[in-house]
């Protein structure tokens, strides 16, 4: 059961390589927490990143957000990431066909895999997708989450989809460095990695159907290992202050749920 396991055996259970060391990484720096930088400004999110640094084991982004971005963005933000030691993690939810994907993945203004460790995949069109990831040119230093339920209201995932999307993950162990869920779905994995967005110490819901569910909920009984959390930190007036907070809160329910 991955639950029981601390970070630094289930990084030798990795089979993906980036997993690996983003379990690594969590143990080393004490930290669980995914910052979604979701802000339109680059300057903006060269300025968080470089102050939430030390608290976070990887920033997520969505790239085609930002007003302003150009390719002189990206160099700063790896070197960010390397003197801080988080992974960079573009959150694409690359969904369509495999050679549409290969050239949303690698090419375009963004070169996604010339910078970005993760992504994410939606399962929705199968085998093709992850086939091009593995395939395109880029960083070989790569890994998918693949997404198996989401934290919107009213998404159209069924159960069958979210076990059809374990067994794909299944069939690319050395691609695939964990699972975007909400619930603890696949314990005899521990080389996998929970990813659990929908995490906010207080609101339950926006006015977008987006649901939270507290640090501590989501580590002790949702099953998840790394937390995603965007505007608890970006909206809060002392957003430093607020990735420390959050910091603290998810590894103490990680020490304790590895305790028990
Ligand atoms: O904390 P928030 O609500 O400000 O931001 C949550 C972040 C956003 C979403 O695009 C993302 O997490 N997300 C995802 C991911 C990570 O793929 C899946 C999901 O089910 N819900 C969700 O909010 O950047």
Known sequence: NRLKLSFIERSKLAKNPVAAKLFEIMSAKQTTLCLAADLTDATKILNLAEQVGPYICALKTHIDIIEDFHSNFI????????????????????????????FQY?????????????????????????DAIKGATGNPERGVFLLA???????????SYTKSTLKLAS?????????????PL???????????????????VDNLGQQYNTPDLVVAEKGADVAVVGRGITEACDPVAAAQLYREMLWKAYSKRIAV
């Open 186 to 204: 696949f314990l005899d994995n521990p080389g996998l990695i929970q990813l659990t967005p929908g995490v906010k110490i207080e609101s339950k």
């Open 171 to 183: 069939e690319y162990p050395d691609l695939i460095s964990g699972i975007v869920c909400q619930n």
């Open 149 to 159: 339920e989401t934290s919107a209201a009213g998404s159209l995932i069924t159960d």
């Open 75 to 102: 160099e700063p933000l790896k070197d960010i990431a390397k003197r801080h030691n988080f992974v960079l993690f573009e959150d694409r939810k690359f969904a369509d066909i495999g050679k549409t994907v290969e």
């Open 106 to 130: 690698s090419k375009g203004i963004y070169q996604i895999s010339s910078w970005a460790s993760l992504v994410t995949v939606h399962s929705l069109t199968g085998k093709g997708v992850l």
